[in-house]
């Protein structure tokens, strides 16, 4: 009967992430209700200007 530090390596195993219903990036957090890749289910998609890659002298938007 070992409650301590042997119980909490159990913890990583389950997945933390499934796939959002908006976005469809596997970045939906189950346990905090949030999607980390678009925000949802906030009615404002998720975005900041240091998410631009410069791809040829163009902005990429990702």
């Given at each position: ?9 159990k913890k990583g195993r389950k997945n933390l992430h499934i796939h959002c219903r ?41």
């Amino acid at each position: 009967m070992v409650k301590g530090t042997t119980s909490f390596g159990k913890k990583g195993r389950k997945n933390l992430h499934i796939h959002c219903r908006r976005c469809g990036r596997s970045a939906y957090h189950i346990r905090k209700k949030r999607c980390a890749a678009c925000g949802y289910p906030a009615k404002k998609i998720r975005r900041y200007s240091w998410q631009n890659k410069l791809l040829n002298k163009k902005r990429r938007v990702i």
